[in-house]
């Protein structure tokens, strides 16, 4: 928003998705629809919406499918509600198992309660700031510390993590992640996502609501800003330099890629048929 002009655009395209719900018959609950403004500004345009003649409300954060999304944009709020709900899983998990000495039981228990809600849609939010990766990895080196409790019968505060993640073949939760990005993003390249996906990414598809003030970038533009992105941040993953495309879309390689480093970097030697499945 660089004018009241475009406020006054925004409002009118308001107008217009309400007067579409209206003939279609689908109902907006306007007590539940807010504003969010992302600016770097220090002074942002406030402009005052409505929604058949109901004033919106302002908001510094909104919950959308269960993400926390904020005026910054970086998902600290998201992250920090995410640690809290995971430790209180953890310490749930430690209660009710004080009886167990099974080491797989336990850790299928972690995998399913407590690692699967902080690795729920990382790829929208996954950090890139080291004290928010160590803020989540903290809760699995406590579940770590845990096992080594339950296998020797004493706790150790002194070990290091990365120890402990080989002692019982346990992948940091950043590393996981990265695989996870990088698997979406061959699956955004190879179309084996889900047709919306597709639908949405084809640059001849068109807007339900056609909006004559778009200017945004082109769908090509879009994905080769992504394609940029994961370049720069997954280096380890691509040594193919800038012309790593082609050899990329390749699927063999790529799996063998994402297979050696997953298995010697991230899981270790596998030591049970139960194990290969959980993982």
Known sequence: MNSNLDAVLLQSDLDSLFKWCTVNKL???IEKCSILSYTRKSQPLKHVYKINDLVLSRSDSVTDLGIIF???LDFFQHINSMVSKAYRRLGILKRKTMEFSSEIALKVLYYAHVRSSLENCSIIWDPIY???IEII????NNFLRYLLYKKNGIYLQDVSSSYLRDMFNIPSLC?????SCVLFFYKSETNHLPKLWIRISESESESVIPNPHNQSESNSDSRNRFREFIMNRFRGFFPFGRNWIQSFLLKTRFLEIVKERTTHHYLGPQTSPLENLIY
């Open 130 to 132: 080291s004290n928010k």
């Open 175 to 179: 590393s996981r992640r990265d695989v």
């Open 27 to 29: 109902h907006l609950n």
């Open 70 to 72: 904020d005026t910054n």
């Open 137 to 140: 990895e903290r809760i699995q």
